[in-house]
């Protein structure tokens, strides 16, 4: 499986799986596309994953510039 390099908004890079990286980009869709509607619960059951993963998952989407909020009915993402 090959690597993508993410790259933050403040020029960070670091690569990734291609699984991982096709799992964030997915992510950052639903949650964009649906705010509050997608807990890590209802990821981890669409990505058949751990929650734990999806955590991670955030963090990192997080960590390269997003602004992402959670809410007890589901993540959501703040303008900039």
Do not use: H
């Not at 799992?23 to 059951?45: D, F, N, V």
């Not at 990505?47 to 589901?74: M, W």
């Amino acid at each position: 499986m090959g690597k993508r390099w993410l790259v933050g908004l403040c020029g960070n890079r670091c690569t990734i799986s291609e699984e991982r990286w096709k799992r964030l980009m997915e992510i950052y869709r639903l949650i964009a596309s649906e705010p509050k509607q997608w807990t890590c619960g209802r990821l981890a059951k669409l990505f058949q994953c751990s929650r734990t993963q999806i955590s991670k998952d955030i963090k990192e989407l997080r960590e390269k510039g997003l602004i992402i909020e959670s809410t007890p009915k589901g993540f959501y993402i703040l303008p900039e």
